[in-house]
Structures are given as C-alpha cells and as structure tokens.
C-alpha cells in the first residue's frame, strides 16, 4: 500500500506558476505509476498528466501539453507537476494517485491523496 500527501497549491495570478508535491509512505513507490488529476466545482475529475513508475514515460492532457511537466524522484518518494502559464480555466483541486499500470482515466488508480486547491485569478 501507498499513502498520498499533495501539496503546494495555492492562489496564482494567470500566466503564474506553481509546484505541486506528493509525497508518498512506503517502500514501494517506485512500482507505482503515478497520476495527477484535477476536479473543478460541478465537473468531473479529469486527467492531467502521468508517469511511468521509472519516469521514462509521460503523458498529458491536451488542455495542459507544453505548460505541465510531470516528474518523480523515487529516492524521496515524490512525485511533482510543475505548472507554467497558468490559467483561470486551470482552477480546480489537483489530485495525485497511484497506480500498477498506467491509465489516463482515474477508475484504475487505486490510491489517492486528499487533494490540494489551485485557484488561478484572471
């Protein structure tokens, strides 16, 4: 098992940028491929981006290609998303999650952290 722990969020102005974190308990970290995603108020969570368990592969949503990068250090635990040219349509509360086989859709994640809010301001 994995526990998840997001933060850095924050308020941002549009064209800001932010980093989040998500640490993670355990030993096993680095045999999980990890997800961000993102839920703003009356929408469904969608997917933001995801990495391998080795970070040799990633992938993103269109909505965020060329302005998210998301990276991991399996020797801290962590997984990051680094969010440049931020804007409002961004807001929402970021997710990151944990699962054996990489999926671009939430259902097959098995473990998730509690969230952290990004609110970008026009």
């Known amino acids: 098992q994995v526990q998840l722990v997001e933060s850095g969020g924050g308020l941002v102005q549009a064209g800001g940028s932010l980093r989040l974190f998500c640490a993670a308990s355990?030993?096993?970290?680095?045999?999980?491929?990890m997800g961000w995603f993102r839920q703003a108020p009356g929408k469904e969570r969608e997917f933001v981006a995801a990495?391998?368990?080795?970070?040799?592969?990633?992938y993103y949503a269109d909505s965020v290609k060329g302005r998210f990068t998301i990276s991991r250090d399996n020797a801290k635990n962590t997984a990051y998303l680094q969010m440049n040219s931020l804007k409002p349509e961004d807001t929402a509360v970021y997710y990151c999650a944990a699962t054996y086989y990489i999926a671009l859709m939430p259902e097959p994640y098995d473990y998730w952290g509690q969230g952290t809010q990004v609110t970008v301001s026009s």
């Open positions: 990495i391998s368990y080795t970070g040799g592969n990633t």
């Open positions: 355990g030993r096993t970290f680095s045999s999980y491929a």
